[in-house]
């Protein structure tokens, strides 16, 4: 048992590590890192000390967000270290830290020689975009409260906190085992074979077939588990977030990896949202509730205060 | 009718077959590999109850 427990471990540090080490690439020997400081600034780190002649002159410098090639940003300042090793280029706007910056640069010269043109990608640490989209996946765009989607399962599994648990755990595994599958069959089958136009009915498809495919395993697998959560397991189908992740993840042409976390996102986020209002709904129950809004109606308006809520989320940025 | 259009059409038709097909063969295999005898008792107390809810 102890074997397969650091097993486990040594292939989750394993992951992460490779996670962090993607942020790392340059595109040139000389460079060792190119990062982005503020809003405004970027900083390069060279292996040896550059010309200042070089790199205080910002026209062998231009750059450019990776989607939009054709809008060169504007240079105000470079700015060069004691030890001559790192470069700051600040720019005249803000930039926006969340898409890969491409920047070209002149032939570099370093102590007179000259090191050749280097193309560098800058980009947040990878391991920091998967947490913005887990998190806005999961607050700051919660599916319940701020897109209202998966309102039927929401309010049908919401009276019992034991219920809203298993049906969040549920939904939360299916979900990121249907999305990960659909990133796969949409980079690699639909997108090839420009049948992009059937997404919907694929989506569909594979998360019933998800479903069916949990169903199937866990009762053999895991059958306590299987007599906790089986009946949750069919009302994933009918639940909108389950079809709305897929859709969304396609739409804005996530890798593999943000697929997994944007699934992983609104699986938490859902059990959060089922969770909250399963505590306030067990307590309504004693509460002296005005006979006309027994029932769904206060459940709606209590809703509708979370959403409120959890507008207080709209401006969070961690990463 | 465009043989493009004919083309792309008949390959959906294909690929979504092929698709449903594997994924079909799969769901197949998973539940003869996992198979669980359903218990008989189980069955007759279900069919004994009333089964209104």
Do not use: A, I, P, R
């Given at each position: 048992m102890k074997s397969i427990r650091s097993y486990h471990l040594l292939v989750g540090v394993l992951v992460v590590a490779a996670l962090f080490l993607?942020?790392?690439?340059?595109?040139?020997?000389?460079?060792k890192k190119t990062e982005f400081k503020d809003t405004d600034k970027m900083v390069l780190t060279f292996a040896g000390p550059v010309d200042e002649a070089w790199a205080k002159n910002i026209a062998n410098f231009s750059a450019y967000e990776k989607p939009d090639p054709d809008i060169v940003l504007t240079i105000k300042e470079a700015v060069l270290s004691s030890d001559k090793t790192k470069l700051t280029l600040i720019f005249a706007a803000p930039l926006n830290t969340g898409e890969a910056h491409i920047l070209s640069t002149s032939n570099i010269m370093s102590e007179g020689q000259d090191l050749g043109a280097a193309v560098l990608t800058i980009k947040k640490l990878y391991f920091g975009v998967l947490m913005t989209i887990f998190l806005g996946a999961a607050l700051i765009k919660n599916f319940v409260f701020t897109?209202?989607?998966g309102l039927c399962v929401f309010f049908g599994c919401s009276q019992k906190r034991s219920t809203a648990i298993g049906m969040g755990v549920v939904f939360t595994i299916v979900i990121a085992f249907a999305a990960t599958m659909a990133w796969a069959l949409y980079q690699f089958v639909l997108k090839p074979y420009q049948l992009t136009f059937l997404n919907i009915v694929v989506f569909i498809g594979l998360v019933s077939l998800s479903v069916q495919g949990v169903d199937t395993i866990l009762r053999k697998v895991n059958p306590a588990l299987f007599k906790a959560f089986g009946v949750y397991l069919v009302l994933v189908i009918a639940n909108c977030i389950a079809i709305a992740v897929p859709l969304i993840l396609a739409d804005n042409e996530y890798t593999g990896w943000e697929s997994f976390s944007l699934a992983l996102g609104a699986g938490i986020g859902f059990l959060i949202a089922l969770f909250l209002m399963a505590c306030v709904r067990e307590k309504l129950e004693l509460a002296k509730v005005p006979p006309s809004f027994k029932g769904l109606p206060i459940a709606f308006v209590t809703a509708g205060l979370f959403a409120l809520a959890f507008l207080g989320f709209s401006g969070l940025s961690i990463y | 009718m465009d043989p493009a259009l004919v083309k792309l059409a008949l390959g959906g038709v294909a690929t979504l077959g092929c698709i449903g097909l594997f994924f079909g063969i799969g769901l197949a295999i998973a539940a003869q590999k996992f198979h669980v005898e359903p218990d008989p008792k189980v069955e007759a107390v279900l069919h004994t109850l009333a089964g209104a809810q």
């Open positions: 993607t942020g790392c690439e340059t595109g040139h020997k000389f460079v897109k209202y989607l | -």
